[in-house]
């Protein structure tokens, strides 16, 4: 699966769709990719006016942490919840990890929310 963030080289390869080449299953378009990429398109969008010179991981964590804090569980526990490894998930809030989209859905599902919550900027209540 080749899924490229960067707007460079690889949008002209993509088709002008901002980069990203979506995987493909038997010869369509993966489903769960098309919803991803509807995610990043909208997370760009909304937060395109504050991340600058941060990464879309990072404001990614950022956005995860937020939303994590609401719940008012500790990384530790938000992270047994979500059936993850708590410094694995502590990674993903510093945006120093690049979550799958398996791992976001256990992130949204254990946060109790869509997936595309994730990379809503107002969903935070900042």
Known sequence: MA??????EADSEAGGDG???LPQR?????PLAEVFTICVHH??????SRIGSITLQTALGKQIRA???RTGLSQEKFAARAGLDRTYYAGIERGERNPSVKQLAKIA?????GIATL???ESAGE
């Open 26 to 30: 038997n010869g369509h378009d993966d």
């Open 19 to 21: 980069g990203l080449r």
């Open 3 to 8: 899924i490229a963030l960067d707007a460079g």
């Open 67 to 69: 939303l994590r804090l």
């Open 119 to 121: 990379f809503t900027e």
């Open 43 to 48: 997370m760009r969008s909304s937060l395109q």
């Open 109 to 113: 599902a254990a946060l109790d929310v």
